[in-house]
């Protein structure tokens, strides 16, 4: 699912054809979307943690800086919390779901419209279930939190060890704090993979 992130805009590709290419596999649809729906959201709050811990540290006070970082975190901390309420609330989704179906069909563009919005409600039933057993399950939810996590932590230290390979003596901690901002600036910026605001607020940054 990465290769469809990094060329879409907002980086927002890969869950919907990891979710194609599971359904591919035999898995219900419904299972299908709410497995790597769960990965998103949890990814999303390993990485809006670090990122209040990096903003609370103070470390940056540049406003040029922390004007975009601040506009970065409301954007990632906006989409799950979509997510997570359209989860919450299915009668709210299932009238959206008869609404659009409805627009659809009567555009001529859909057969059987009643068939169609049946089948989308009852995989909608089975990836509320599904994202249920998932974050209802406690130590379900902390294996997957704590490897999103890792993964978070994993990913914002890369540039460090290049830098260090490339012989530069600069502190771990200072890269990661830079890192994390970098990612924040650039997390609402609609290029495929964040392309051109990536490498030029990492030059800006790191120059």
Same mark, same amino acid.
């Given at each position: 699912?990465?290769?469809?992130?990094?060329?879409?805009?907002?980086?927002?590709?890969?869950?919907? %054809?990891?979710? @194609?290419?599971?359904?591919?596999?035999?898995?219900?649809?419904? *299972?299908?979307? !709410?497995?790597? =729906?769960?990965? +998103?959201?949890?990814?999303?709050?390993? %990485?809006?943690? @670090?990122?209040?811990?990096?903003?609370?540290?103070?470390?940056? *006070?540049?406003? !040029?800086?922390? =004007?975009?970082? +601040?506009?970065?975190?409301?954007?990632?901390?906006?989409?799950?919390?979509?997510?997570?309420?359209?989860?919450?609330?299915?009668?709210?989704?299932?009238?959206? =779901?008869?609404?659009?179906?409805?627009?659809?069909?009567?555009?001529?563009?859909?057969?059987?419209?009643?068939?169609?919005?049946?089948?989308?409600?009852?995989?909608?039933?089975?990836?509320?279930?599904?994202?249920?057993?998932?974050?209802?399950?406690?130590?379900?939810?902390?294996?997957?939190?704590?490897?999103?996590?890792?993964?978070?932590?994993?990913?914002?230290?890369?540039?460090?060890?290049?830098?260090?390979?490339?012989?530069?003596?600069?502190?771990?901690?200072?890269?990661?704090?830079?890192?994390?901002?970098?990612?924040?600036?650039?997390?609402?910026?609609?290029?495929?993979?964040?392309?051109?605001?990536?490498?030029?607020?990492?030059?800006?940054?790191?120059?």
């Amino acid at each position: 699912g990465k290769y469809y992130d990094f060329i879409t805009p907002l980086s927002a590709g890969g869950q919907p %054809f990891q979710a @194609i290419y599971l359904a591919k596999r035999g898995i219900e649809a419904g *299972t299908a979307t !709410a497995i790597p =729906i769960a990965g +998103f959201l949890t990814r999303h709050a390993a %990485f809006i943690l @670090i990122a209040i811990g990096v903003l609370i540290s103070g470390t940056v *006070t540049s406003r !040029a800086l922390l =004007i975009p970082a +601040f506009v970065g975190l409301f954007c990632v901390i906006l989409v799950p919390t979509v997510i997570i309420f359209f989860g919450l609330a299915p009668k709210v989704t299932e009238a959206i =779901i008869h609404w659009v179906i409805y627009f659809i069909a009567k555009l001529k563009l859909l057969k059987d419209p009643a068939g169609r919005e049946e089948n989308i409600i009852r995989e909608l039933h089975t990836y509320m279930g599904s994202m249920s057993s998932i974050f209802n399950g406690k130590v379900m939810f902390l294996k997957v939190f704590l490897l999103s996590l890792a993964f978070e932590l994993a990913m914002d230290s890369m540039p460090y060890f290049v830098l260090r390979a490339f012989g530069n003596s600069i502190t771990y901690i200072s890269v990661f704090r830079s890192v994390v901002f970098v990612y924040l600036c650039v997390s609402f910026v609609p290029t495929p993979g964040n392309s051109g605001a990536a490498e030029g607020s990492f030059y800006a940054m790191f120059s």
